[in-house]
Nanobody
Framework: QLQLVESGGGLVQAGGSLRLSCAAS????????MGWFRQPPGKQRDMVAT???????NYVESVKGRFTISRDNAKNTVYLQMDSLKPEDTAVYYC????????????WGQGTQVTVAS
């Protein structure tokens, strides 16, 4: 079984920075796209950024130029560097990993709270 452990959330003032990490452990197998999603209070969970195993990235328009996603395949870890944070970035952030071997499934982390104070 694959487990995802997230870290790096917290409370920050507007304009500040945070770095989220998500490490895969256990029966890892072959990993494809890794990404971050977020769910603000009372709203649905939406994609923030994704990165493929060939390092192609994709961002939601609202974070372009402020957030940077990266991955370390040797450590089976994905990161999200968040700069110039805004109050509207406040949400629970979830790590997502698509595994193609030995199964074709998506896995989720437990979520980490990011709160941006104005």
């Amino acid at each position: 079984q694959l487990q995802l452990v997230e870290s790096g959330g917290g409370l920050v003032q507007a304009g500040g920075s945070l770095r989220l990490s998500c490490a895969a452990s256990g029966s890892i197998g072959g990993l494809n796209t890794m990404g971050w999603f977020r769910q603000p209070p009372g709203k649905q969970r939406d994609m923030v950024a994704t990165i493929t195993n060939t390092f192609s990235t994709n961002y939601v328009e609202s974070v372009k130029g402020r957030f940077t996603i990266s991955r370390d395949n040797a450590k089976n870890t994905v990161y999200l560097q968040m700069d110039s944070l805004k109050p509207e970035d406040t949400a629970v952030y979830y790590c997502n990993v698509a595994r193609y071997w030995p199964d074709n499934m998506n896995y989720w982390g437990q979520g980490t709270q990011v709160t941006v104070a104005s």
